[in-house]
């Protein structure tokens, strides 16, 4: 297939099962049949060298369709197994949706080992496996009462553990329970997690910009957003990709401090909206929350925090500032239930403040 020649590009279809998934992603790895979209895409046709595009969005809202290389996917899936050290023959566990890139990097991988994904998104049947992919929630979930998942990821090898931070309770409480959790970070852009335990994994670069933006790089990013080249071009410097998110290098390893577009001014005081959240869900373990701001006359903008359960007010306020100071109490509380997550299970600020808005 020449390089300027377009490929068909076919939306990967619910009814397909795993089977037919898995083949037909195959085809679209070796070149031999169309590129596969996971979701609803501006263009029915992309570059020749293009194999899965992946929508996103990130905490603004603005649609990104992520072009990946077969290339940059088995690098990536390469990377992942040398890292856990994965024979020929292991088997993954699928528990994610396949229209975002953990679970299709689950896919890749599993061939890669040579070896059928154990479809189990809609199937409590489960049978032991090497390896999984999962969010936080769905391991709150597991040490909080889903003893069947609980018993599964337990008998892992290892389980990836990303889509978003996973708070240090939280990996302690899974250790405790013997479950091997393995910690990642990455995005669309490179082709999923690339740093497992704070660590690079072989072939990705990092790098901090003097603002503290987190910059990567490697044979597993992305060529470029299909609807928008221009916002690809804005994101990349000199070849690194520039991510959202503010971290540190300690000893070789990454630390993600923050996001850039995270924190918000309330009343002349910065407030991290992720701090509150994590801080929050450790001391809350049972609840969930997502903290965003909305703007005040009084405040500029004003903190509000929603739950999808009923909360002891007065409890998260002085907890709130006792660790972080009066300032960054919230001034409101909204009960949301189910709270809006996006992706594999972050949260969704902009429809939780939509929701605020709209509440009356």
Request: glycine share 10%; net charge negative; charged share 20%.
């Amino acid at each position: 297939m020449k390089q300027n020649h377009p490929r068909q590009l076919l939306p990967i279809s619910p009814e397909w099962d795993i089977a037919q998934l898995s083949q037909a992603l195959l085809r679209a790895l070796d070149g031999s049949g169309p590129a596969l979209s996971a979701g609803a895409t501006s263009t029915s046709q992309v570059a020749a060298d293009i194999a899965i595009v992946v929508p996103t969005s990130g905490s603004s809202g603005t649609p990104k369709e992520v072009a990946l290389s077969a290339g940059a996917l088995l690098a990536s899936a390469r990377s992942s197994h040398e890292f856990l050290g994965a024979k020929p023959g292991q088997r993954w566990s699928l528990l994610l949706p396949i229209n975002h890139i953990a679970g299709i990097n689950v896919l890749v991988r599993a061939m890669g080992l040579g070896t059928q994904v154990i479809d189990l998104r809609n199937n409590k049947s489960y049978v032991d496996v090497e390896f999984t992919a999962i969010v936080p929630t769905q391991l709150h979930r597991a040490l909080h009462g889903d003893d069947e998942l609980l018993g599964h990821l337990k008998n892992c090898q290892a389980v990836l553990v990303g889509g978003g931070a996973t708070s240090p309770l939280l990996e302690t409480e899974a250790k405790s329970a013997g479950i091997n959790i393995i910690t990642t970070y990455g995005m669309s852009e490179m082709s999923g997690g690339c740093i497992y335990n704070h660590q690079p994994i072989n072939g990705t670069e990092v790098k901090i910009r003097e603002d503290g933006t987190v910059l990567l790089r490697g044979p597993m990013m992305a060529t470029t957003y299909i609807n928008n080249r221009q916002l690809w071009d804005l994101s990349i410097d000199d070849g690194w990709f520039i991510t959202p998110d503010l971290g540190e290098l300690r000893e070789g390893k990454l630390y993600i401090l923050g996001r850039s577009d995270d924190q918000i001014i309330s009343g002349g005081e910065k407030i991290s909206l992720s701090h509150i959240e994590n801080f929050l869900h450790e001391e809350f373990a049972a609840l969930r929350f997502i903290a965003f701001g909305v703007p005040d006359l009084e405040w500029g903008t004003k903190l509000v925090l929603a739950s999808d359960s009923p909360l002891d007010i007065e409890l998260i306020r002085e907890k709130i500032r006792a660790k972080f100071g009066g300032h960054a109490m919230p001034k409101e509380f909204f009960e949301l239930n189910p709270l809006p997550l996006k992706g594999i299970g972050k949260p969704d600020r902009i429809a939780a403040r939509d929701a605020f808005l709209d509440r009356e």
